[in-house]
């Protein structure tokens, strides 16, 4: 294909080692293969924005990264994206700041990469704009005269009409997405939501797929991320997995292990997690001194008042409960601030008899997909995954589906989980394997890329 133009608001480069977002470790993937750049914020700022570009080539990949003023940080990043956009699309209004500085911002951003990636195109290259920051990219792209085909992929939920209507600019928001010749959800809920609001609030019209509004047409497209299953199995066999998976049994002295890997977010449930867990400790005494809850948390968006919030929440309750139910040799909840290698993080997953994914709502959620890829296929563990992650759609087939929100549902899973039988969990485990290792990253961007190619220029 033509080449490949990927822009994002940050861009990481493979050689990166710590603690990195789906959409980071996804695109990597993705980008290995392709002659092409990956264009975005540096993460730096600058006294005055002069659009200056940094350009490194790092294992095949060429990064293009620009730096943005202070001002720009506090209303697009801080401001518009991460107070206004995530709370929302996660269905939480109650935390979504509407300020009409932090939507300035956004716009003005935008415009920035706009006006600074225009350069770079070539008449053949093809766009593919990722997430939630960059809505209205492909408009600023189209108003500079750019006939390029764009594609535009959210890795978040698509909200419902009537909470995305709190939002002052949620039309002009959605508007903007008509510009793209692709757009790509996870889930056919997050599509059916958005047409849904083309539709009923914009007057849009859909036929087999193609959203038609004001003389422009956008293709639908639901296209779920995937792990790159074979790079997660090799991690999960190397000598960093293999010498944590030891570490992590040792330390579990015959007892059960349940582990939790997220970003500290309040949209994985983390709390609720731990009242379930809770919920499970109080109903099913006997299992006390059985299993210890592993929970890793490396800590996000800290300049965030909410996710400091959550944070210091989180550091509460596991203290009650430890405080709660500890015993001279035993503590129900490490709870763990750190982040850690891939190789690492595979050999804890595998070490672990539960995967415990509950978020309380979840664009897809690649740790439920790492864990199952990472499972010893003579004795895999049970993955116990949230209703409400878009990846409960590809995995209901083997996973042990819960609603996040009630602690009942929670523990009756925990003691279904540990009480399952081998061929029963060798069962679920192989239906829902096929699927990580068919619909993988390569197969997500194939699927997409394929899509953005059929479109007529
Ligand atoms: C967004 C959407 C969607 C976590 N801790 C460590 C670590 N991680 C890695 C995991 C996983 C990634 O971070 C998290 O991915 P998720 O998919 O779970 O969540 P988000 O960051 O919220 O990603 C999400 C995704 O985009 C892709 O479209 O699935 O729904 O919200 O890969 O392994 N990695 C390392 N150390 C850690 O301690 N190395």
């Known amino acids: 294909m033509s080449r490949l133009i990927i822009v994002s608001n940050?861009?990481?480069?493979?050689?990166?080692t710590g603690a990195q977002g789906g959409l980071a470790v996804a695109l990597q993937a993705a980008l290995r293969e392709y002659r092409g750049i990956w264009f975005g914020w540096s993460g730096e700022t600058t006294e005055q924005f002069d659009g200056r570009i940094n350009f490194q080539r790092v294992e095949g990949v060429t990064t293009a990264t620009i730096d943005l003023e202070e001002q720009d940080v506090e209303e697009y990043y801080n401001g518009y994206a991460n107070r206004t956009?995530?709370?929302?699309?996660?269905?939480?209004?109650?935390l979504a700041e509407y300020e009409r500085g932090f939507a300035g911002g956004y716009q003005r951003v935008n415009d920035r990469f706009a006006d600074t990636v225009l350069p770079l195109i070539e008449p053949d290259d093809v766009l593919w704009v990722q997430d939630y920051h960059m809505f209205p990219l492909g408009q600023a792209l189209r108003d500079r005269g750019c006939a390029n085909r764009i594609g535009f992929f959210l890795h978040i939920p698509w909200p419902p009409r009537r909470l995305l209507a709190t939002l002052p600019e949620a039309a002009e928001l959605t508007r903007t997405l008509l510009a793209y010749d692709v757009v790509g959800f996870h889930t056919e809920e997050w599509l059916d939501a958005f047409r849904d609001f083309a539709v009923v609030e914009l007057g849009a019209t859909e036929q087999d797929g193609v959203l038609r509004l004001d003389g422009r047409s956008v293709r639908l497209l639901v296209d779920p991320i995937g792990i790159d299953a074979q790079e997660f199995i090799t991690a999960s066999r190397s000598t960093p997995a293999r010498l944590m998976f030891r570490r992590m049994r040792e330390a579990a002295v015959g007892r059960d292990l349940i582990v939790g890997v997220d970003r500290l977010d309040y949209s994985k449930g983390l709390e609720e997690r731990f009242l379930g867990y809770e919920r499970f400790l109080q109903e099913h005494p006997e299992e006390r001194k059985e299993v210890t809850l592993l929970?890793?948390?490396?800590?996000s968006r800290g300049t965030v008042e909410s996710y400091q919030r959550i944070r210091s929440s989180l550091e509460g309750m596991a203290g009650r409960i430890n405080g709660a139910y500890a015993d001279v040799d035993?503590?129900?909840?490490?709870?763990?601030?750190?982040?850690?290698?891939?190789?690492?993080?595979?050999?804890?997953?595998r070490a672990a008899r539960i995967g415990l994914v509950t978020p309380l709502r979840d664009g897809m959620n690649l740790v439920a997909k790492e864990y199952v890829a990472a499972q010893d296929p003579e004795d895999p563990g049970v993955l116990i995954l949230s209703r409400f992650a878009g990846a409960a759609a590809q995995l209901d087939v083997g996973a042990v589906l819960v609603n996040p929100y009630s602690a009942e549902e929670m523990s009756d899973a925990i003691i279904l989980a540990l009480k399952m039988p081998l061929n029963e969990r060798i069962e679920r485990w192989r239906a829902m394997m096929v699927n990580v290792e068919a619909e993988d990253v390569l197969w997500w961007r194939q699927r997409f890329t394929d899509a953005l190619e059929a479109v007529a220029v």
């Open 10 to 16: 940050r861009v990481s480069t493979p050689s990166a």
């Open 85 to 94: 956009l995530w709370p929302l699309f996660h269905y939480r209004i109650d």
């Open 295 to 299: 929970q890793i948390a490396p800590p």
């Open 330 to 349: 035993w503590v129900p909840i490490r709870y763990v601030n750190q982040g850690y290698s891939r190789d690492m993080l595979a050999g804890i997953y």
